[in-house]
């Protein structure tokens, strides 16, 4: 593609506006990243995934899912140079029966994200982007609650990967950004 990041940018927001959704390709995903901070960490980043815990609350104690969360504050209009995002202390994460009823209900510990992904600059760099592009959807809300998730689903000859188990459910937010890093061992 040969638009200016800012068009794609501009893409992305009308796509969400007017659908709900928007699938972006890896490169215009960067492009835009890009506009928002450095990804020189990018690939520590993504090694970080290979450091993942157990999610020990699936319901069908399956050891197909590995996970490691944090929480972060988001303050400050999206165009407002002076925003800041900054980590908050490690907590539960929690979504109600309506939401998820096979999981939910119950706060879930999951181990904190590393210091390393946590505080580097490719993380900081996609909250920014998250902040702006939201944030613009949502002029009137100046500070965010953001949860982190890092995923990894494992699939194995005798035990598939799931990685939603509970089945077809939402959040319970307004936005989500669904990023993936890599996939390595997969036939599609």
């Not at 009308?14 to 972006?24: K, P």
């Not at 539960?92 to 590393?114: C, M, T, V």
Request: glycine share 6%; with cysteine; charged share 20%.
């Amino acid at each position: 593609m040969n638009f200016p990041q800012a068009d794609l940018l501009q893409s992305l927001r009308e796509q969400l506006s007017a659908n709900g959704f928007a699938f972006s390709p890896a490169a215009v995903t960067r492009a835009c990243l890009a506009q928002f901070g450095s990804l020189d960490d990018w690939n520590a980043f993504a090694e970080s995934w290979n450091n993942l815990a157990l999610d020990s609350y699936l319901i069908d104690h399956g050891r197909y899912r590995r996970r490691r969360h944090a929480v972060f504050d988001a303050h400050g209009a999206p165009d407002d140079l002076e925003r800041c995002i900054v980590r908050a202390a490690h907590q539960p994460h929690y979504q109600s029966k309506a939401y998820n009823q096979l999981q939910g209900g119950i706060e879930r510990w999951f181990e904190p994200i590393d210091a390393q992904a946590g505080d580097g600059s490719s993380l900081l760099t996609i909250l920014r982007f998250c902040h702006d592009l939201f944030g613009s959807l949502a002029p009137h809300v100046p500070d965010w609650r953001v949860e982190v998730h890092q995923f990894r689903i494992e699939a194995r000859p005798d035990e598939p990967g799931q990685p939603t188990p509970e089945g077809v459910h939402r959040d319970g937010v307004d936005y989500v950004l669904v990023l993936m890093i890599k996939r390595t061992n997969t036939s599609t």
